[in-house]
């Protein structure tokens, strides 16, 4: 049967766009429905099993909805809840950790600095990653968890004072430190990119997870042998826990090109428990 793939998205917010947007790139044939759980952001600050309880009810629902593949577009849900959700459910589910391992092996200064959730740095997923990784015995690794950046992001302020504010508060002890390289460990982060670039300055290198997701999913969604449809076109649906209005009025922020593609809606069965 000729159909659209269908990818399901889940992110505590509207951060997982990042990964959306280079999935898109790559496969513009498949239909995206984009999850953000607005109204529980951030997940940075809630409990491992907080976090896993919503994965899982957002995955059910987007499983229900026909959804071929999962991508949770977030690196503290994945630390968290990946292994629970690929224990229950049969379809593929793509996750994404801090790209520590690309860091190590760039930096020069064997410094590196995670920017990443509170959640995430706890994580023990990330310790191991750490431990595989960047032992201590070859680098040296600063974590620093950076909430104030999702509330930026949420709120669509990508530049400006406050964003250039955060971004000192956040990086300037590990530049100090000899960080030459900084891994945006947080979905959200992404959007936060040219502005950190223009605060660190152009030495030093920012690395992050969205175009490997997007090329996991590919290879993924390959294996599925799912044929795309000649008679409709594939679609884009995004989905808030948060209002809706400010979903509206963010995306064009976040998302200029896709704009008028998207159609928009509240989710609203799962309210916050
Ligand atoms: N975007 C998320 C991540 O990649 C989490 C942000 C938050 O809700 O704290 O970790």
């Known amino acids: 049967m000729q159909q659209h793939a269908k990818i399901g998205m889940i992110d505590s917010g509207v951060g997982g766009l990042s990964v959306l947007l280079e999935i898109r790139n790559r496969l513009p044939n498949a239909s995206l429905h984009y999850i953000g759980d607005s109204n529980w952001c951030p997940y940075g600050n809630k409990s491992p099993e907080q976090i896993t309880e919503r994965i899982i009810a957002l995955s059910e629902l987007l499983i229900k909805t026909g959804t071929h593949i999962i991508v949770i577009a977030c690196n503290s849900a994945t630390i968290h809840a990946v292994a629970s959700a690929r224990e229950k459910f049969s379809i593929p589910i793509v ?11 760039a930096t020069v200064s064997g410094i590196i600095g995670v920017l990443a959730t509170e959640a995430s740095i706890a994580g023990e997923k990330f310790h191991h990653l750490l431990d595989t990784h960047a032992p201590p015995s070859k680098i040296k690794v600063i ?17 400006g004072d406050e964003v250039t504010d955060a971004i000192r508060k956040y990086t300037t002890p590990m530049l100090e430190a000899g960080a030459d390289t900084l891994v945006l460990g947080c979905t959200h982060y992404h959007f936060l990119r040219g502005s950190i670039q223009q605060v660190v300055g152009n030495n030093i290198t920012l690395i992050d997870t969205g ?23 594939p679609t884009l649906h995004i989905q808030t826990t948060g209002s809706l209005e400010t979903l509206k009025s963010i995306f064009p922020i976040l998302c200029p090109h896709l704009s008028d593609s998207a159609s928009f809606s509240q989710l609203t069965q799962l309210t916050p428990s």
Do not use: H, N
């Open 95 to 105: 996750g994404m950790e801090p790209a520590v391992k690309p860091a190590a092996a």
């Open 143 to 159: 974590t620093q968890p950076c909430p104030l950046f999702v509330e930026l992001v949420e709120a669509g302020s990508l530049s």
């Open 211 to 233: 175009i490997a997701v997007a090329k996991r999913t590919q290879s993924l969604l390959a294996d599925l042998k799912i044929q795309p449809s000649a008679s409709s076109a």
